[in-house]
């Protein structure tokens, strides 16, 4: 049943322009079609999950397909420990999902705190096309995925079960800026944010139609207590897109976000003539602002326009972003911060 009869029952020739300080320069021409297609996303991994995306993009597909696309690689990927399938769990052992996706339309649905499913960036789209619904939690969540013909999985692998039973042995819970390498696979030189890096993935589009979409999904913070939701299912939070202004998307400590309406905070401000990365960088700074000692933990915004500019911003070093057009697919570019 689609949500219209849901309802009725009740009633780019385009490169990217590494400048020195790492910033996405170039922005994409247009076309008697549109613009060239883009997509962008937060982290290392998010190169690979640009490249599915850009397999639907570069075939002239909607925005909506890419990133859902895209989201769905990290998600499947075993080595990422907080993104999908093998994300740690929380302090009682249970892995828990979250996720969203919007698209050109201002159409949006969200899962979280569900269990058992893999792909709950595609469980998430569901809930906005087939019900009249923005966000399911918990058994609910899992019910309607089951009732959508998702298997049911169990989702902790022996890996993250070790690493649970590790972390029970002194039990602190201290989260800290870029934990995704100091804590465990740290790269060559233990540099944050090189490929070992992993963390919510969220992800901006634009299509050959001009139309913008995202995507955002995450297992959130490993060792949570049971039942602890992020940002990344919340719509205005850890993801918005509005089709005439632009998208934004975030990664971090996500009750950080949450406080700050982060993601449509950054929309607004480009509305109002801020480049993407002088939006994610307010955005940011009023999150210090409010809370100065917020700049011990991470959290970075990343941004996409209208035209398909890109630009992100966070409050320590260690945070990078990918583009993917059709002048580079693997682009990984360090982003600014305030510390």
């Known amino acids: 049943m689609d949500r219209r009869r849901f309802l009725q029952g009740a009633t780019i020739a385009s490169g990217v322009a590494l400048a020195a300080k790492g910033i996405a320069k170039a922005a994409p021409a247009t076309t008697a079609a549109g613009m060239v297609p883009r997509v962008c996303s ?45 994300g740690y769990p929380d302090r009682d052992g249970k892995v828990t999902l979250d996720a969203s996706i919007m698209d050109e339309n201002g159409n949006c649905g969200a899962v979280a705190a569900i269990e058992h499913i893999a792909h709950p960036i595609s469980v998430a789209r569901r809930v906005m096309e087939r019900t009249p619904h923005v966000l399911l939690v918990g058994d609910g969540a899992l019910q309607f995925a089951i009732e959508q013909g998702f298997p049911r999985e169990e989702l902790l692998t022996p890996e993250s079960e070790k690493a649970w ?5 002194t039990a602190k819970y201290k989260p800290v800026a870029n934990s995704e390498v100091k804590s465990y696979n740290a790269g060559p030189g233990g540099t944050p944010g090189d ?12 299509d050959a139609k001009g139309n913008l979409s995202g995507a955002c999904t995450t297992s959130g913070m490993a060792w949570k207590l049971h039942g602890r939701v992020g940002d990344s ?18 990664t971090g ?18 509305r109002q003539g801020r480049s993407p ?45 990918a583009v993917c057009d059709a002048a580079k697919q693997d682009a990984l570019i360090p982003g600014k911060s305030s510390y």
């Open 253 to 270: 400590v996500g009750e950080e976000v949450i406080r700050n309406v982060g993601s449509f905070l950054v929309v607004e401000l480009m």
């Open 165 to 169: 039973h590790e972390w029970l042995k």
């Open 195 to 206: 490929a070992s890096n992993h963390d919510t993935i969220g992800m901006l589009a634009i």
């Open 277 to 321: 990365e002088d939006a994610c960088r307010e955005a940011v700074e009023r999150i210090l602002r409010k809370k100065p000692n917020a700049k011990d933990l991470q959290v970075g915004f990343l941004a996409m326009d209208k035209k398909g500019n890109v630009g992100a911003w966070a409050i320590q070093k260690g945070f990078s972003y």
């Open 233 to 250: 299912p919340i719509i205005g939070a850890g993801l918005y897109v509005d089709n005439d202004v632009g998208g934004a998307t975030s």
């Open 42 to 86: 937060t982290w290392d991994f998010g190169v690979a999950a640009n490249q599915a995306a850009w397999k639907v993009l570069s075939s002239g597909g909607r925005a909506l397909d890419a990133v859902e696309q895209g989201a769905r690689v990290p998600e499947a990927d075993l080595r990422n420990h907080s993104v999908g399938r093998a």
